[in-house]
């Protein structure tokens, strides 16, 4: 059992930063993989990045690559998503999830992932 939740998001205008974090708590050894994802209004939710705690492997979609990071604290089980450069494209619900590992690649489906948190709004205004 696993129980994730997610915190940091707000209203900023297009250019600013956010620092969105996924706190987990639980059985983690079961799922070593934490992927972000979000979801626009009327839209699948769609991955984001993601993070490997048995390698440190992470991966990023196109459209965020250079400009969102993802991080980890592992001593208080925490994951980080560090968004730069924010557009209003990026405007949606950002959840993180935790999963198994799938190997030397991510899964970007979200029915490879076990546990999700409440999830957390960002509002990017132009």
């Known amino acids: 059992q696993v129980q994730l939740e997610e915190s940091g998001g707000g209203l900023v205008q297009a250019g600013d930063s956010l620092r969105l974090s996924c706190a987990a708590s639980g059985r983690l050894f079961t799922v070593p993989v934490t992927a972000w994802f979000s979801q626009a209004p009327g839209k699948e939710r769609k991955f984001v990045a993601a993070?490997?705690?048995?390698?440190?492997?992470?991966d990023y979609i196109d459209s965020v690559k250079g400009r969102f990071t993802v991080s980890r604290d592992n001593v208080n089980n925490l994951v980080y998503l560090r968004m730069d450069n924010l557009k209003p494209a990026d405007t949606a619900v950002y959840y993180c999830a935790a999963g198994p590992d799938t190997g030397l690649s991510f899964s970007q489906r979200t029915e490879e992932y076990d546990y999700w948190g409440q999830g957390t709004r960002v509002t990017v205004s132009s």
């Open positions: 993070t490997n705690s048995l390698n440190g492997y992470t």
